[in-house]
């Protein structure tokens, strides 16, 4: 079995072919904890230590774009025990890795609807955002109150506002149109999306912007998913032929007669 240096980027990886954007969807924080006797808290205690490690590891191989599934709009159905804790351990978080992060060049912003968040993390959130601005070498985005189908009609509505004032004529929108009103505006596409702990689907994450992302699903629980674990999701991605719906190698039209 091949053994690399974690601290830079594994020798069998192609630098000119990472993805630029990676997706993340943090799943199995519960299974984890509980396999280790402990409180569900403990394994999303253990997987923030986990995505940090990520985000200096995009630093650290030249990746420079990664949006983490942090807080679905679904997740207020969760214990209210549990809630409060994963929105005292995020603003903690903020406060304590702040300076880190911007002194290693990392950019901070946060997607969905921040508004019913409590006052005193977006506070943290609008200074986290603002002091790393000027940032360029990790752009970490954390998607917080997260929905992709409240993200696209949102988008919709505002666009039909404008439309019913008259500011817009119906023909003038297109997809181009529609991604400017979009949390992410701005932002490039993933190139892939990873998710941890076997499960096989979206939970409503990213629906437009994964359109022509590679996917790669891992049994590996989230606070387990270490630099070893991210260097196989790139190692398959580097395997796969990204063609976005056309043909690598055109045919030539066969010829009756």
């Not at 439309?163 to 400017?180: H, I, K, S, T």
């Amino acid at each position: 079995m091949n053994t690399f240096d974690y601290t830079i980027c594994p020798p069998d990886l192609d630098p000119t072919r990472l993805p630029r954007h990676v997706a993340v969807i943090m799943d199995g924080n519960g299974r984890w904890a509980r396999r280790q006797g402990f409180p569900r808290i403990a394994g999303h205690r253990q997987g923030a230590h986990t995505l940090k490690d990520l985000v200096r590891c995009c630093k650290d191989w030249g990746i420079p774009a990664l949006t983490a599934y942090a807080f679905s709009t679904e997740n207020w159905h969760r214990p209210l025990e549990e809630v409060d804790f994963l929105l005292v351990l995020f603003e903690r978080l903020l406060r304590q890795e702040l300076a880190a992060m911007d002194r290693e060049g990392v950019r901070l912003s946060f997607i969905g609807d921040l508004s019913p968040l409590p006052s005193s993390l977006q506070q943290e959130m609008t200074h986290a955002v603002q002091a790393t601005a000027h940032n360029q070498v990790v752009h970490f985005s954390v998607a917080v109150n997260y929905g992709s189908r409240a993200e696209i009609t949102h988008a919709c509505r505002q666009i039909a506002q404008q439309v019913q004032q008259g500011q817009l004529r119906p023909e003038a929108v297109d997809e181009q149109m529609l991604e400017q009103y979009l949390y992410t505006a701005g932002t490039p596409d993933p190139d892939l999306l990873i998710r941890s702990s076997g499960e096989l689907r979206l939970s409503n994450y990213l629906l437009w912007q994964l359109a022509y992302t590679e996917f790669y699903f891992t049994d590996v629980l989230w606070p387990d998913f270490d630099r070893a674990a991210f260097h196989q999701a790139l190692w398959h991605y580097q395997e796969r032929d990204r063609r976005f719906g056309t043909l690598k190698h055109q045919e030539p039209e066969s010829r009756a007669g």
